[in-house]
């Protein structure tokens, strides 16, 4: 069974530019995740789907972040403008649905702003 | 949202067992206990999860204390494989992993 695929697995972009990062979730699952890893910490939240609805985006700056998944399957996630702090691995996960159910992430994606 | 608090880093023998600690003294009843494992240059993986009784899988055992205020995975034989970083996450009806900085296990071969 072919799990969370990402891409691209690397993006290096000037400051000021839009950058888009896109995800494809274990086949079934309906609960799909974006989180932030900042270098020598620990993943944090983004913003949770539940289908093709965001059910907990709080934690997504919306100044400039946004995310979509609009099937319900595969999921986008763009900045726009990006930022020098923006650098950082952006990683997708997904689950079958239920809260405590295990996650499952992909490789993520390792940005760099100039 | 609980929290875990583990060491920065440890390091083990290569073909040696290693325990890997965790506590989290604010458990509530319906947390379970998740352990992740991250390598270097991938997302992080699914290790072993429980809620009061010890855990074994492939991967690893997981022993909990009995009042639940701390855990411990252990790798039975660590291989240079098992170099990475490990997670210990409580995971309540909330859906949300709350990851600390884990703990950064070194394999001396």
């Known amino acids: 069974e072919a799990g969370v695929v990402q891409s691209p697995r690397y993006k290096i972009i000037e400051k000021k530019q839009p950058v888009a990062f896109w995800c494809n979730p274990i086949?079934?699952?309906?609960?799909l995740y974006w989180y932030l890893q900042n270098l020598g910490q620990g993943p944090e939240l983004l913003i949770r789907y539940e289908n093709e609805e965001a059910v907990d985006d709080s934690q997504l700056p919306k100044d400039r972040f946004s995310a979509e998944r609009l099937k319900g399957v595969d999921s986008t996630l763009k900045i726009q403008p990006a930022e020098l702090g923006d650098s950082a691995v952006y990683l997708c996960a997904s689950s079958l649905g239920q809260p405590t159910d295990t996650q499952y992430f992909g490789p993520g994606t390792r940005l760099t702003v100039l | 949202d609980a929290k875990t608090t583990q060491p920065n880093s440890m390091e083990s023998n290569e073909e040696e067992p290693v325990h890997l600690p965790c506590n989290h003294s604010?458990?509530?009843?319906?947390?379970?206990i998740h352990w992740y494992r991250q390598l270097p240059s991938q997302g992080p993986e699914y290790v072993i999860h429980?809620?009061?009784s010890n855990v074994n899988n492939r991967m690893a055992s997981l022993a909990i204390a009995e009042d639940r205020k701390s855990s411990t995975l252990i790798l039975h034989r660590a291989t240079l494989r098992d170099a990475a970083v490990y997670y210990c996450i409580l995971m309540s009806g909330t859906y949300k992993y709350i990851f600390g900085t884990g703990t950064r296990l070194k394999v001396l071969a």
């Open positions: 086949s079934g699952h309906n609960t």
């Open positions: 429980g809620l009061t």
């Open positions: 604010t458990i509530s009843g319906t947390d379970y």
